[in-house]
Each structure stands twice: as C-alpha cells, then as structure tokens.
C-alpha cells in the first residue's frame, strides 16, 4: 500500500515535470520547445493572453475556463509534450472540440513513416550468448504508433478547429481543410523536418520541428506558403496574393495583415496606398471584445486557399521597380492602448512575412 502511494506521487511529479524528464533523451526538441508559443501559452508568458483575460468577465468569478486549451495539464504550466502525446481521440463539440486522454501511464502516441501499425514496448535484445545487446524503443515510455490523428493533423483540432463565444458566433475558425492524409497538413507545414536528432540515444538526421512555426514564433518558416505576383492590367496593374494555407491567413481577431507597396522610377519611390486584411468582430455596429461579439462586422482576411487580386490605379513605364511587401501586426495597432500593450516592441511591430519585386519589361 505505501509502495503504490508513493509510486503514485513519483508518477505525478513527472507528470508535472515531463519537460525536464524528456530533455534527458530528446535534448533538441525540448529547446525548441521552449521558445514556442505552445510552451508560452500561459498568463505567466504570454502577455496577449493576460491582456484579453485581464478584461475577461469570467476573471472576476475565478473561472479559467481557458485552461482546457492554454493549460491543459493543470496547474501553471502551458502545453506540455503529454498535452498532445497522450492525446487519443478528438470529440467533436459545436462549441469548441475537447481532447480525449490516454490513461495508461508513459503510453504516448507518436508517428513515424513505416511504422503505422507498431506499437513499440521496451526491450533489450541479446544476441551472440549475451555478448552483443541491441535496445528497441525508448527506455522511459512505451510508444504506439498507430493512432492514426498525429499523421493527418487531426490531433491539433481539439484545441485549433474553432471557439465558439455564447452568442454562437466562431471567434476563431482554422477549420479542418488542413487534415489532410496526402500532401501538406497541419503538421507538415508547422512542424517541417529540420536538422538534428529527435533523440540522443538513436540517431537520427532529422526531426519535426517542435517550436511550431507561426505568427509569432519562426514565421520565415511558413513565408513558402504564401505567393506575390504581379500583372499589368487596365489603367495600371495588380499584386496577386496566393495563400496556399488551408486556413484564413490570420486566424486570431487581433491580427492585421497588410500589404505595403512602393514603385520606383526615375530613382524617386513613391509608397502607394496601404491594404489591410482584418476580420472585425462587434456588436451592430461597433467593434467589441469577441465575447461581446454577436456578428462580423468586417471580414476581408484572406481566405483558405484563395488568390487575392488587389488593383492598383497606377500606369507603369518600363524600367519601372515595384516592390511588394506582405507582412502582419501580431496585434491590431488599434487595439495596443486599450490593452496595455504598449511597452512591447514586436507587438507593435510590422512584421513581414514575403516580398515581391519586380521590374517592369
Ligand atoms: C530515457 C530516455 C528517454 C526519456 C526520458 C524519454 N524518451 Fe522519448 N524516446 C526515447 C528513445 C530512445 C526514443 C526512440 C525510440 C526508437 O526510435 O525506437 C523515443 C521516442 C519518442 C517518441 C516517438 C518518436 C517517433 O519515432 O515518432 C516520442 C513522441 C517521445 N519519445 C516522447 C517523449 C516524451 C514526451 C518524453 C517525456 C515525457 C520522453 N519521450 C522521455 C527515449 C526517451
Ligand atoms: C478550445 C481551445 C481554446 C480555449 C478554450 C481558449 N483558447 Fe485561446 N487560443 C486557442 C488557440 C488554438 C490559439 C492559437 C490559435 C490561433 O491563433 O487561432 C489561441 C490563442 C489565443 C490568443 C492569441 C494569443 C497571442 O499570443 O496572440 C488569445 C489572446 C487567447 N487565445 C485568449 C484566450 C482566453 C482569454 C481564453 C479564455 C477565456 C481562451 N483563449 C480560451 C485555443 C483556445
Ligand atoms: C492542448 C491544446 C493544443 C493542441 C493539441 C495544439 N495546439 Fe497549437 N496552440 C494552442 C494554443 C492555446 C495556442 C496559443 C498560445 C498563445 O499564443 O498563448 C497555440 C498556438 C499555435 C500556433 C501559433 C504559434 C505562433 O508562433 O504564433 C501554431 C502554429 C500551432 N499552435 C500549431 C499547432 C499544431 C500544428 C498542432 C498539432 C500538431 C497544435 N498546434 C496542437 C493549443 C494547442
Ligand atoms: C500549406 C501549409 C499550411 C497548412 C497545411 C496549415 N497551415 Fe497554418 N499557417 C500557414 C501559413 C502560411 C500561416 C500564416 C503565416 C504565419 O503564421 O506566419 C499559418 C498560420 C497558422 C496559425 C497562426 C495564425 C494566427 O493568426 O495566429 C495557426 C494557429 C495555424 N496556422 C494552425 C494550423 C492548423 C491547426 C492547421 C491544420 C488544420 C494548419 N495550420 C494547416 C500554413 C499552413
Ligand atoms: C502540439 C502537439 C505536440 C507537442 C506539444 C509536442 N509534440 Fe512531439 N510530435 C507531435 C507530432 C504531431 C509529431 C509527429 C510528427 C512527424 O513525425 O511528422 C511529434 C513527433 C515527436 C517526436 C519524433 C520526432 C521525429 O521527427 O522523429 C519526438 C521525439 C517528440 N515528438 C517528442 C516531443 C517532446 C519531448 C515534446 C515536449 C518538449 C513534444 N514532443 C511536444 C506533436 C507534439
């Protein structure tokens, strides 16, 4: 009775702990880890989220209904490694879907090309009358490789597919077009293989990347999903933008993208007009915080997959140099003051994310 007592505390303890536990035996993942938003996605380290929770009116009840999502393993720390290793199914919700965990102990899920129906235990392998050993799996935690969401990039949807507020409205909708078995998925485009081994036992040459490229964390790594053209037509020319994410390009309400445009000619650069791509969530007329929401009040983000042409009244000569930015505010510069926000530079910063240039034949 006291040995399983105090097996059980141990096993709580690296529970909470299970940073530390992994960086052990996957050094690289676990730094990378570190400076993503997932590991950030806590009141403590993200000032976004204490700004909007601060106004929240469940903060005055004590109500962190946040916590499925932000700290799903309970107490202050953010998403843990078991906050998606563990994850055994997704149950669908019209509000917002939920994880379903696994319960059996050190039993995590992963994926692994040609391993798909493996489940992998533990053991050691002595051939030669015990004079060679070979080792098979991890040492630390069994490892089930058939669980068939962390392929297809379901596994992301119980926090990511949408949030609902209680007037019914989607404060944020990635949708599931990104849960894909062929071609690029959730994964595959925010956790590209990058050099170095997954772990320091087995070797290997690459891994996924587990900062998890985005708006605010490595955003350089998704700028190839995004394409600028240009093309002249009548009384001036256009910038085409090729979004070839499965989602809006922004999916936070905070967001603006924007497109900054300059021609040169003659040696002079003259910026022509500036394009916002918000979507603005209000109350008949007016923006409001999104639990407030009861409509879209304005919605010309870029959509899943979509070529949006913007025109521009301008008739180009030859030799003439247009440059095309698109870039992004991790928060709507309106917005900054009302939340408090002001004292931190990147979030207040234009960040770009593709360039285009182009000279006029
Ligand atoms: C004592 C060393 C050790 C510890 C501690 C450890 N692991 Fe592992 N882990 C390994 C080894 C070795 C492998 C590779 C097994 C193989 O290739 O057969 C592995 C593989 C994995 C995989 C699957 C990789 C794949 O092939 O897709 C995941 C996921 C994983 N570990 C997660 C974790 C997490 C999360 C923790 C902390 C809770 C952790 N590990 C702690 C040694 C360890
Ligand atoms: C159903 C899961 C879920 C719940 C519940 C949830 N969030 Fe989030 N939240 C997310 C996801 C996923 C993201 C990042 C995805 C994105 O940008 O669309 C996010 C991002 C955010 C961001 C943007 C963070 C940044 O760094 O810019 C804010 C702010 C935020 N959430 C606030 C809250 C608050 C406040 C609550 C509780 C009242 C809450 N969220 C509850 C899933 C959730
Ligand atoms: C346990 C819930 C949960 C799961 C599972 C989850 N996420 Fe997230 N994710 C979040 C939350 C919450 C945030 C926002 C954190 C913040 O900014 O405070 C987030 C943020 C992100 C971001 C934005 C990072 C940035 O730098 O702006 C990306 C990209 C992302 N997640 C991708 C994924 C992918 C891919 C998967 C599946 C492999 C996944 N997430 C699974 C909860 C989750
Ligand atoms: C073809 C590649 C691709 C696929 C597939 C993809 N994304 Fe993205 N994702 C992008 C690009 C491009 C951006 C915008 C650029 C950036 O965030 O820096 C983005 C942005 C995001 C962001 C940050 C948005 C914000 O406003 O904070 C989150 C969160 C995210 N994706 C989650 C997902 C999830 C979950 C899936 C699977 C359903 C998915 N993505 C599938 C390319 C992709
Ligand atoms: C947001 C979800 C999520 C979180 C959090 C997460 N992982 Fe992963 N991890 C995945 C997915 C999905 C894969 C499969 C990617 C692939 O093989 O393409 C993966 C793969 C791995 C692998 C195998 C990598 C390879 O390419 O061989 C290891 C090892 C691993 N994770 C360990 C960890 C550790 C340690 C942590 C905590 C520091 C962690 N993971 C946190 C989703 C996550």
Same mark, same amino acid.
């Given at each position: 009775?006291?040995?399983?007592?105090?097996l059980s505390?141990? $096993?709580? /303890? &690296?529970?909470?702990?299970d940073?530390?536990?992994?960086?052990?035996? +996957?050094? *690289?993942?676990?730094?990378?880890?570190?400076?993503?938003?997932h590991?950030?996605?806590?009141?403590k380290e993200?000032?976004?989220h204490?700004?909007i929770w601060d106004?929240?009116?469940?903060?005055k009840k004590?109500?962190?209904?946040?916590?499925?999502?932000h700290?799903?393993?309970?107490?202050?720390?953010?998403?843990t490694?078991l906050?998606?290793?563990t994850?055994?199914?997704?149950k669908?919700?019209s509000?917002?879907?939920?994880?379903?965990?696994e319960?059996?102990?050190?039993y995590?899920?992963s994926?692994?090309?040609g391993m798909?129906?493996?489940?992998?235990?533990?053991k050691?392998e $002595?051939? /030669? &009358?015990?004079?060679?050993?070979?080792?098979?799996?991890?040492?630390? +935690?069994? *490892?089930d490789?058939?669980?068939?969401?962390?392929?297809?990039?379901?596994?992301?949807?119980?926090c990511h597919?949408?949030?609902?507020?209680?007037?019914?409205?989607?404060?944020?909708?990635?949708?599931?077009?990104?849960?894909?078995?062929?071609?690029d998925?959730?994964?595959?485009?925010?956790?590209p293989?990058?050099?170095g081994?997954?772990?320091?036992i087995?070797?290997?040459?690459?891994?996924?990347?587990h900062g998890?490229?985005?708006?605010i964390?490595?955003?350089e790594l998704?700028?190839k999903?995004i394409?600028?053209?240009?093309?002249n037509s009548?009384?001036?020319f256009?910038?085409?933008i090729?979004?070839?994410a499965?989602?809006?390009?922004m999916?936070?309400?905070?967001?603006?993208?924007?497109?900054?445009?300059?021609?040169?000619?003659?040696?002079?650069?003259e910026n022509?007009?500036?394009?916002?791509?918000?979507?603005?969530?209000g109350?008949?007329?007016k923006?409001?915080?999104?639990w407030?929401?009861t409509?879209?009040?304005?919605?010309?983000?870029?959509?899943?997959n979509?070529?949006?042409?913007?025109?521009?009244?301008k008739e180009?000569k030859?030799?003439?140099k247009i440059?095309?930015i698109l870039?992004?505010y991790?928060?709507?510069?309106?917005?900054?003051?009302?939340l408090?926000?002001?004292?931190?530079?990147?979030?207040?910063?234009?960040?770009?994310l593709?360039r285009?240039?182009f000279v006029?034949?």
């Amino acid at each position: 009775m006291r040995l399983l007592l105090i097996l059980s505390i141990f $096993s709580i /303890w &690296l529970f909470a702990n299970d940073l530390n536990t992994c960086k052990g035996c +996957h050094p *690289i993942i676990v730094n990378e880890f570190e400076n993503s938003m997932h590991k950030k996605s806590t009141i403590k380290e993200d000032k976004i989220h204490k700004a909007i929770w601060d106004k929240h009116p469940l903060k005055k009840k004590g109500d962190y209904t946040c916590a499925k999502c932000h700290t799903p393993n309970g107490s202050h720390s953010g998403i843990t490694c078991l906050s998606c290793h563990t994850i055994t199914n997704i149950k669908k919700h019209s509000k917002e879907n939920e994880n379903i965990y696994e319960k059996r102990d050190k039993y995590l899920y992963s994926a692994q090309k040609g391993m798909e129906d493996k489940k992998v235990v533990y053991k050691e392998e $002595s051939s /030669w &009358l015990g004079l060679f050993t070979k080792t098979v799996g991890s040492p630390y +935690h069994d *490892i089930d490789y058939t669980n068939k969401i962390f392929y297809n990039g379901e596994v992301c949807m119980g926090c990511h597919s949408h949030k609902k507020n209680s007037h019914g409205l989607n404060v944020c909708k990635t949708g599931n077009k990104g849960v894909r078995e062929n071609g690029d998925n959730c994964i595959t485009c925010h956790m590209p293989k990058v050099e170095g081994s997954a772990t320091n036992i087995r070797i290997s040459k690459k891994h996924a990347f587990h900062g998890f490229a985005g708006v605010i964390n490595k955003p350089e790594l998704l700028s190839k999903y995004i394409d600028i053209d240009y093309k002249n037509s009548n009384n001036g020319f256009d910038i085409i933008i090729q979004n070839k994410a499965p989602h809006n390009l922004m999916l936070q309400p905070l967001r603006v993208a924007q497109l900054r445009v300059t021609l040169t000619r003659d040696g002079k650069t003259e910026n022509l007009k500036v394009h916002n791509f918000v979507r603005i969530l209000g109350t008949k007329s007016k923006p409001s915080m999104p639990w407030l929401a009861t409509k879209v009040l304005k919605d010309t983000m870029i959509n899943p997959n979509e070529e949006r042409v913007i025109h521009f009244n301008k008739e180009l000569k030859k030799g003439d140099k247009i440059e095309a930015i698109l870039g992004f505010y991790i928060v709507n510069p309106k917005m900054i003051k009302k939340l408090g926000l002001e004292s931190d530079k990147k979030i207040k910063e234009f960040i770009p994310l593709k360039r285009g240039y182009f000279v006029v034949q």
